[in-house]
C-alpha cells in the first residue's frame, strides 16, 4: 500500500478501531466459538473490541495462524490485518544454544546466520515479530535473565545486538523469510537489585547512559522495529510509565520512531508499583510516557476511547501510535499478503520439516563453537575412539538441554550428551556411583552436571550460584575412585566453580546448547571441534563478589601487587577481588601467542584513525580459531572511568605452526565516553593498549588523542 491509501485507510478508522490497534492479546481468545468465556470473560472483551484488536503475541503453528487471521478479517470492517509477534529468542522449534552461549562465540558473523535461520522457521510458522534481542547489559549472575543477553560488556552487546537485528530484519521485511524485531527491555531490567528479578533498579544517569544504552542505540541504528519496556523503576518511575526515559531518552535523544510495546501485563503493574490507583489512572500513565501497545492487558482498550471523549487525552497521541502500527503492518506486507507467503504454500509441514532438515546439522556447528573451556590439564581432546570413556551425572542422559525460551523446541527431537558421546567413542560405559569397580577402570571419567532448564530465565533468580550440594558430592566421589575427571558444564549462568575446580582435570562449559547439544559436546571432546569459545561474563569465586565485571571503575584506594597486604584499600578479607575465570577467558587446544604489535602511528585525531596491527601465531600442531581482544584505558578522564573497555575483537583462524595478522582501526569515537553533563565526546590525552585473549590481556603500548 502506498502512503496516502494507509493515510486514507487511516483516516476512516473509529477512534474504537484506533484503540483496538493498540492492545495485544494471546491467541486462545479466539479460540472460544460462539459464547464468550474463558480470558475474553476475563478480560471482559467484547466481540468488537476483539475483532479490533491489533496484535497477537504466542501462536505455535501455520495452521493457527491463518484461522485466526481468516476469522478476523471477517469481522474487521476495514479488514486490517493482524500482527502476529512471539518470543523468537534462540530458535523457534529448532533451538540454538541459548544466547549467553551465542555471545561467547564473540562471532557477529555467527549471531547474525542464528538470527536470520530462526526468522525463516518463524516465518514459516507464520510469526511476523520477534521480541528479540535482548541488550540489557548484565553484571549479576543471580539473576536468571543472564541466560538471555550478550553478557556484561556494552561494547560486545552492541555489537551483537546489531548483529541479531541485522539478521532478522535484513534489508526489507517485504523480503521473504524476515522479522521485525523487538528490542528489549529499556531500560535498566539487568541491574534488578540483588539479582531478584523484577527487583528495583536503581542505577546513575551516567551509569544509564555509558552501560546500559549503547547496546539500544545500536539496535535503532540498525533500525530495530520496536522496542519493549522493562518491569523495573528507572529513577523511581517504572519504564512503562516514564516520560523522561521515553520520551527524552528513546525518542529524541536516540531519534527512536518505530512501536513502543509494554512489557507482558505492565501496563497494569504500575497499580502494584503503586503509582497508579486503578487501570484507568495506568492507561492514562502509559499512553502520556509514550507506550503504543499495552501488551496483555485490557487497559487501553477500556479506558483510552474514554480519555479522548473527555478531552483529557489529545487524539494526536493515539494517531501517532496507530500510524508506527500500521506503517509496520504495510512494512510487512501485511495488507497486500496478510498470510505473508503461507497460503501459497502447497503443504505447510513440509515445508516446516525442510527448513528443520536445514537447520539441525547448523545448530551443531554452532553450539560446538559456543563451549567454552574452561580447564584443560592435558587430558583433552580424547583422541582415541577406543578410549573407555565413563559418563556419570545429571545431564548425563538427560534431553534437558534446550534452556529457558525454547517453548516451541520439541525436546524429544534433542540429542543428549550419551547418545552424542555414542557417535564419538566406542567403549563408552554410562556408570553409577555404585559402580566403583567400573569407574575406576575407565581412562577417564566424564561428570555431566548443571542445571536444569527451569532453573535459569525469567523469574529463575538465584541466592547461591553454586551446584547442588548432591552433584559436588558426586564428583569428590568420582575424583576419589578415578582422577582423570572431565566436567560438563549445563547451565544458563555463570556458576561459581570454587568448590568443583580441584576435583577434576578438565571444565567444559556448555551452556544450555539446544537441540543438538550432546553432538557439538562430543564434538569439542573428541577434537573434531577445537573450541575457540570466550566467557561474555566473569565467573565469580564466590557470590559475595556480585556484582562482577572486568570494566569496573578505578577507585581512590585501587588494590595492586605493591600493596595487596596493607588494610585501608579496596578489597575483601576473606577471597581475592578476582574473578575465577575472567570476562574473555576460555581455552583452545591449540597454544596461541601474541607476536609483534605495531601501531601505525603514536598518536590519533578525528580525522586520522590509528591501526593497530598484531601478529597471532599458533605455536601448536592444531589448527584453530581464537579471540584476539583489545581493550583501551583512558588514564585522565573528567569522571572516573573503568580500568580498562574492550573497544575491538576478531575472531581468527590460525594453521598449525601459523601465524595470522590481525589489525584493529580505532577511532576517536572509540574514545568517547559520556561526561558528567551526560554529553558524549573524547577527551584529548593518552590511553593504553592492551591486546590478548582475555580482560587480562597485557599492555602493548599507548597512544595520543590530540
Ligand atoms: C518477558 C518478555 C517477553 C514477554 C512476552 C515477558 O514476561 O519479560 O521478555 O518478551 O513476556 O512473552
Redesign the pocket.
Known amino acids: 500500500m502506498n502512503n496516502s491509501e494507509l493515510k486514507k485507510l487511516f483516516n476512516s478508522m473509529t477512534l474504537s478501531e484506533k484503540v483496538g490497534q493498540m492492545g495485544q492479546v494471546t491467541p486462545d481468545f479466539f479460540s472460544n466459538e460462539g459464547e464468550i468465556t474463558g480470558p475474553v470473560a476475563e478480560m471482559k472483551l467484547n466481540s468488537g473490541e476483539l475483532y479490533s484488536i491489533g496484535s497477537i503475541?504466542?501462536t505455535h503453528k501455520p495452521e493457527q495462524v491463518i484461522d485466526i487471521q481468516k476469522k478476523y478479517l471477517e469481522n474487521n470492517r476495514l479488514g486490517i490485518p493482524l500482527m502476529f509477534m512471539a518470543?523468537v529468542i534462540h530458535g523457534y522449534e529448532t533451538i540454538f544454544p541459548i544466547p549467553l552461549a551465542l555471545a561467547s562465540t564473540f562471532d557477529t558473523n555467527l549471531v547474525k546466520k542464528v538470527a536470520q535461520l530462526s526468522s525463516k522457521e518463524a516465518v514459516g510458522n507464520g510469526i511476523h515479530v520477534t521480541?528479540s534481542p535482548?541488550a540489557d547489559l548484565v553484571r549479576d549472575p543471580r539473576w536468571g535473565r543472564v541466560l538471555e543477553s550478550n553478557g556484561e560488556d556494552p561494547h560486545l552487546s552492541s555489537k551483537l545486538t546489531q548483529a541479531y537485528v541485522e539478521g532478522y530484519q535484513g534489508k526489507s521485511l517485504l523480503h521473504k523469510n524476515t522479522l521485525a524485531s523487538c528490542v528489549?527491555?529499556f531500560l535498566g531490567y539487568g541491574s534488578s537489585e540483588a539479582g531478584r528479578d523484577y527487583n528495583t533498579v536503581s542505577v546513575s544517569d551516567l551509569e544509564l547512559y555509558q552501560n546500559h544504552l549503547p547496546a539500544f542505540k545500536a539496535a535503532i541504528e540498525a533500525q530495530v522495529k520496536l522496542v519493549?519496556t522493562s518491569?523495573n523503576t528507572v529513577k523511581g518511575i517504572p519504564s512503562s510509565a516514564n516520560k523522561w526515559l521515553l520520551g527524552n531518552v528513546l525518542r529524541k535523544e536516540l531519534g527512536f520512531d518505530g512501536i513502543i510495546i509494554s512489557?507482558?501485563g505492565a501496563i497494569q503493574e504500575l497499580i502494584n508499583h503503586r503509582i497508579a490507583e486503578d487501570s484507568k489512572e495506568a492507561t492514562r500513565l502509559a499512553v502520556e510516557a509514550g507506550v503504543d501497545i499495552d501488551?496483555m492487558t485490557s487497559s487501553y482498550i477500556k479506558h483510552l476511547g474514554d480519555f479522548i471523549e473527555d478531552g483529557e487525552i489529545n487524539i494526536e497521541t493515539i494517531n501517532q501510535a496507530v500510524w508506527r502500527i500500521l506503517t509496520l503492518k504495510n512494512e510487512l506486507g501485511l495488507f497486500e499478503d496478510p498470510y505473508r507467503g503461507l497460503m501459497k504454500l502447497e503443504n505447510l509441514d513440509q515445508n516446516l520439516d525442510n527448513i528443520r532438515k536445514e537447520l539441525e546439522p547448523i545448530t551443531r556447528s554452532v553450539a560446538s563453537d559456543s563451549l567454552v573451556l574452561l580447564k584443560n590439564e592435558g587430558i583433552l581432546p580424547i583422541k582415541t575412539k577406543s578410549t573407555k570413556v565413563g559418563l556419570i551425572g545429571p545431564k548425563a542422559q538427560t534431553k534437558d538441554l534446550l534452556g529457558a525460551w525454547s517453548w516451541i523446541g520439541d525436546k524429544s527431537e534433542v540429542i543428549s550428551i550419551y547418545e552424542g558421546l555414542q557417535e564419538q567413542f566406542e567403549r563408552l560405559t554410562l556408570s553409577t556411583i555404585d559402580d566403583t569397580d567400573s569407574i575406576s577402570k575407565q581412562d577417564l571419567v566424564i561428570v555431566a552436571l548443571g542445571e536444569n532448564s527451569d532453573e535459569s530465565g525469567?523469574a529463575a533468580s538465584r541466592s547461591s550460584i553454586q551446584l547442588q550440594q548432591e552433584q559436588v558430592e558426586l564428583l569428590k566421589k568420582v575424583y576419589e575412585i578415578n582422577q582423570n575427571v572431565v566436567v560438563l558444564l549445563i547451565n544458563g549462568r555463570p556458576i561459581d566453580l570454587t568448590n568443583i575446580v580441584n576435583y577434576c582435570k578438565a571444565i567444559l562449559e556448555c551452556w544450555f546448547p539446544g537441540t543438538s547439544g550432546g553432538a557439538a559436546i562430543a564434538d569439542v571432546l573428541c577434537g573434531r571441534v577445537n573450541p575457540s569459545a570466550k566467557l561474555p561474563m566473569s565467573f565469580p569465586a564466590s557470590v559475595g563478589q556480585i556484582p562482577i565485571y572486568y570494566n569496573y571503575l578505578s577507585t581512590g584506594r585501587p588494590k595492586n601487587e605493591s600493596n595487596k597486604d596493607e588494610k585501608y584499600i579496596s578489597k575483601y578479607l576473606d577471597i581475592a577481588n578476582d574473578p575465577l575465570y575472567p570476562f574473555g577467558f576460555g581455552l583452545s587446544f591449540s597454544n596461541f601467542e601474541c607476536g609483534k604489535v605495531e601501531f601505525s602511528s603514536g598518536s590519533l585525531s578525528k580525522d586520522a584513525p590509528i591501526k593497530i596491527t598484531v601478529t597471532i601465531k599458533n605455536l601448536s600442531n592444531i589448527s584453530g580459531k581464537t579471540v584476539v581482544q583489545l581493550y583501551i584505558e583512558d588514564k585522565i578522564a573528567e569522571v572516573a572511568r573503568p580500568v580498562r573497555e574492550l573497544k575491538g575483537f576478531t575472531k581468527v583462524s590460525v594453521e598449525p605452526l601459523g601465524c595470522e595478522e590481525v589489525v584493529f582501526e580505532i577511532t576517536d569515537k572509540d574514545l568517547m565516553y559520556i561526561h558528567s553533563n551526560l554529553k558524549e565526546s573524547a577527551d584529548k590525552g593518552s590511553f593504553n593498549v592492551y591486546i590478548g585473549f582475555d580482560s587480562l590481556a597485557p599492555k602493548v603500548g599507548e597512544f595520543v588523542l590530540v
Open positions: 503475541l504466542g518470543d521480541f535482548m528489549k527491555h519493549m518491569f512489557d507482558w501488551m525469567e
